[in-house]
């Protein structure tokens, strides 16, 4: 097992969150902040601590990381992609088992284009027959 893992990133939406890794007491800094300073809603806190849970990691590593981009909840799974990435690269072993519950797949989900003619992506004008 590694003593650090280098900045790892994770992505969901608009935002991208670079995570690092370190042997420690269990903070979590997000952009200098604690995760409940940063974080209001408690479902963002949990998809932040599944990953270290799920490895029984739980207080026994630091977490820094830098968001940018997106909303809160689009944060939350980046970071959370980011720290199982982190994760994997800090132990192999860990993989099979992050994966199985989906935490390595890049949610490619994102907010559709508008397209012209239209007052949204698929919002249609409202249909008058005469």
Known sequence: MATQANLIVGRR???VARVRLSPGTGNITINGRTMDEYFGR????MILVEPLKLVDQMGKLDVFVNARGGGLSGQAGAIRHGISRALCEL???FRPVLKKAGFMTRDARAVERKKYGRP???KRFQFSKR
Do not use: L
Request: proline share 0%; aromatic share 0%.
């Open 91 to 93: 132990n192999a072993e």
């Open 120 to 122: 949204g992506a698929r």
């Open 42 to 45: 408690e479902t963002s806190k």
């Open 13 to 15: 939406k608009e935002a």
